[in-house]
C-alpha cells in the first residue's frame, strides 16, 4: 500500500515537471579546430561568430576571435597550446573577453585573466568588465588640471604631468624608463592615486624586481601588477595592457585617481605584429600590419579625466617605449609621440655619464605643461628649463678651449648647479615644499657657492630641516599649494643655513 502510494506520488511529480519543461529542437553552432600552431588556432565552422568574442575550447581553454575568414577564424589561444589539439571542438560562449576588477585585487600579482600569480587565493570581483571598452567622449571629460606628483624634480620642475594626462617615456634599452615610472609609482604612497603597473613580455626577474622595489619603498597595498610576462601565451600578453587599463578604468569611474604604467608597447606592438603575420594579415611598414597606429590609440584613449557630473575620477597613461639608437623617428615611436600628450626622452649618453634620470630636456616636453603645475613650483621653475638649455650649449663650446668672459663662466657654473639638482638617485623622491625650496634656493644664488659634488648631500638633509625649522612655512605650502614672499623667505633661510653648515664643516676638515 504505502509503496503503490509512493510511486504514484513520483509519477504524478515526473509529469507535472515534463509538462513544465519547454521541450524543443535546440542548434548549437559548433566549430573545430583543423590547425594549430604557435598560439593559434584556425578554427572552421562557426560563421556566426563575432571579432573579438570568447571561445571555449572543449579541453577547458579559452581563446578570442582575433581575424576573421571566409572560410575559417584565427583565434588566439589565452592558455599553453599544449592544451588544445587539433580536432577538438571550439563553441561561441557569446561573450567578450572580460577580466574581473575590484579593490579586492589592490596589493596582488595576478595575469590579464585576473588569475593570481602570488601563490594567494583568487581575488573577489566586484564586477567584470570588457578589455575592450570605448574611450571617454569629448563631452564626458574633464580639464586636466590637477597634478599628479612624481617626486623627481626634472618632471615635476619641467614636464609636470597632470591627472588624466597621457606622457610617453622613451628612449633605448636600459636607460632607466623602468626604474623612472617606477619612481613615480613609488611616490603615490604620499597621494590618493591606485597605480596598475602591467608588464608585457618582460623577463620574470625584472618584474621581480619592480615588485620588491614597490614592496619595500612605496604602498604595495594600493597597486595592482598585472603580469604578461616573456613566458606567457602571446595571447595574454596581447590583452596585458587593455586588461590592465580596464583594471584601473574601475577606479577612475568611482571618482578615485589611478596611474597606469605600461612596460613596454613596443614590445606590445612586436607581439601584436608577431600574431598578425601568423594569421597571415598583410604587413605594412617594418612588418607591422596596418591597424597598428590604431590599436595604441584605442588604448590610450581610454586615459582621461572625467568631467564632475561623471565623478571627476582620472586615469594618468605613462607608457614606456623602446627606441634603437636613439631613434626617435622609428614607426613605434613616432606613432606612440603623436598619440600621447607629451613625452619624456631619455639619452644614453646621459646616462653613461651618471647623469640620472637621464631625461633630455631639449627632446622632452609634456604638452599640457604649466597648467597642471602647483602654482608654487611653477613660480620658482620658470627660467630653469631656459638656463639649462644655455648651459648645454655653452657646455659644448668649451671644449673646444677655455672661456675667458665672465658672464659666460657665470652661466657655466650657474647650468653645473642645475644639473646636480637635477641629478637625483632612485627611492628619494621630492615632496612639493622640497622641491619649492631648492629652485627658490637656487634661484636667489644660495648654491652659486656650493660644490656640486655636496648637492647630493644637502638635498638629502634638505626634508628634515625643513620640517623642524619652517614648519608654518611646510603646513602653508602643502595647504594652499602657493608660495608667499614670507614662505619663500623661511624656506630659502634653512637652505641657506644648511649650505653655510657645509661649508664649514669642510673649512674644518681641510
Known amino acids: 500500500m504505502t509503496d503503490r502510494s509512493t510511486d504514484t506520488d513520483w509519477l504524478a511529480r515526473s509529469r507535472a515537471q515534463l509538462d513544465r519543461t519547454d521541450l524543443g529542437a535546440e542548434a548549437r553552432a559548433v566549430g573545430r579546430v583543423v590547425q594549430l600552431a604557435d598560439g593559434i588556432a584556425h578554427v572552421s565552422g562557426l560563421p556566426s561568430v563575432s571579432l573579438g568574442a570568447l571561445l571555449s575550447v572543449e579541453s577547458g581553454a579559452f581563446a578570442f576571435a582575433h581575424s576573421l575568414g571566409a572560410e575559417e577564424i584565427n583565434a588566439v589561444l589565452l592558455d599553453e597550446t599544449a592544451s588544445v589539439a587539433v580536432g577538438d571542438q571550439v563553441s561561441d560562449t557569446g561573450e567578450v573577453l572580460r577580466v574581473p576588477v575590484g579593490a579586492g585585487f589592490l596589493g596582488r600579482i595576478v595575469d590579464p585573466l585576473g588569475r593570481p600569480l602570488d601563490g594567494g587565493a583568487a581575488p573577489a570581483p566586484e564586477d567584470w568588465l570588457p578589455v575592450e571598452r570605448p574611450a571617454p567622449g569629448i563631452i564626458e571629460r574633464g580639464l586636466v588640471s590637477e597634478p599628479l606628483e612624481t617626486g623627481v624634480l626634472v618632471v615635476d620642475s619641467l614636464f609636470a604631468l597632470g591627472r588624466g594626462q597621457r606622457e610617453l617615456i622613451v628612449g633605448d634599452r636600459a636607460t632607466g ?106 604587413p605594412g611598414r ?9 590599436l595604441h590609440a584605442r588604448l590610450l584613449e581610454r586615459a582621461a579625466k572625467l568631467s564632475p557630473e561623471l ?38 649618453h646621459l646616462f653613461s655619464t651618471n647623469l640620472r634620470p637621464a631625461v633630455d630636456v631639449g627632446l622632452s616636453v609634456s604638452r599640457v605643461g604649466g597648467k597642471a603645475q602647483a602654482p608654487a613650483l611653477r613660480k620658482v621653475s620658470g627660467r630653469v628649463r631656459l638656463d639649462y638649455a644655455q648651459f648645454q650649449e655653452l657646455e659644448m663650446f668649451t671644449r673646444f678651449g677655455g672661456i675667458q668672459n665672465a658672464r659666460v663662466k657665470g652661466q657655466i657654473a650657474r647650468g653645473e648647479r642645475i644639473r646636480g ?41 634638505l626634508p628634515a630641516r625643513l620640517d623642524s625649522e619652517a614648519a608654518d612655512a611646510v603646513a602653508a605650502l602643502a595647504k594652499s599649494r602657493a608660495l608667499t614672499d614670507e614662505a619663500r623667505a623661511a624656506l630659502v633661510a634653512v637652505v641657506s643655513r644648511l649650505a653655510e653648515e657645509g661649508r664649514e664643516r669642510e673649512a674644518v676638515a681641510t
Open 177 to 282: 624608463k623602468t626604474a623612472l615610472a617606477v619612481d613615480a609609482i613609488i611616490h603615490q604612497k604620499h597621494s590618493d592615486v591606485v597605480c596598475v603597473y602591467v608588464a608585457v613580455g618582460q623577463r620574470a626577474t625584472a618584474i621581480e624586481r619592480v615588485v620588491a622595489a614597490v614592496r619595500e619603498h612605496g604602498a604595495i597595498e594600493r597597486c595592482i601588477f598585472v603580469v604578461g610576462s616573456a613566458s606567457a601565451a602571446p595571447g595574454l600578453q596581447w590583452i596585458a595592457p587593455f586588461a590592465g587599463m580596464s583594471m584601473a578604468e574601475h577606479f577612475r569611474d568611482k571618482g578615485q585617481d589611478a596611474l597606469i604604467v605600461i612596460d613596454d608597447l613596443t614590445q606590445h606592438a612586436a607581439t601584436h605584429r608577431e600574431l598578425a603575420l601568423l594569421t597571415r594579415e598583410p
Open 311 to 348: 565623478g571627476g575620477g582620472s586615469l594618468t597613461a605613462l607608457p614606456l617605449a623602446e627606441t634603437d639608437a636613439g631613434n626617435l623617428s622609428a614607426y613605434i615611436p613616432t606613432n606612440l609621440i603623436s598619440i600621447t600628450d607629451g613625452q619624456i626622452v631619455l639619452n644614453t
Open 286 to 294: 617594418e612588418a607591422y600590419p596596418g591597424d597598428v597606429f590604431y
Open 421 to 461: 639638482l637635477l641629478t637625483q638617485p632612485r627611492f628619494s623622491g621630492l615632496r612639493l615644499v622640497d622641491q619649492v625650496a631648492l629652485l627658490a634656493a637656487l634661484a636667489d644664488g644660495v648654491f652659486d657657492t656650493v660644490p656640486v659634488g655636496r648637492m647630493a648631500e644637502l638635498r638629502r638633509r
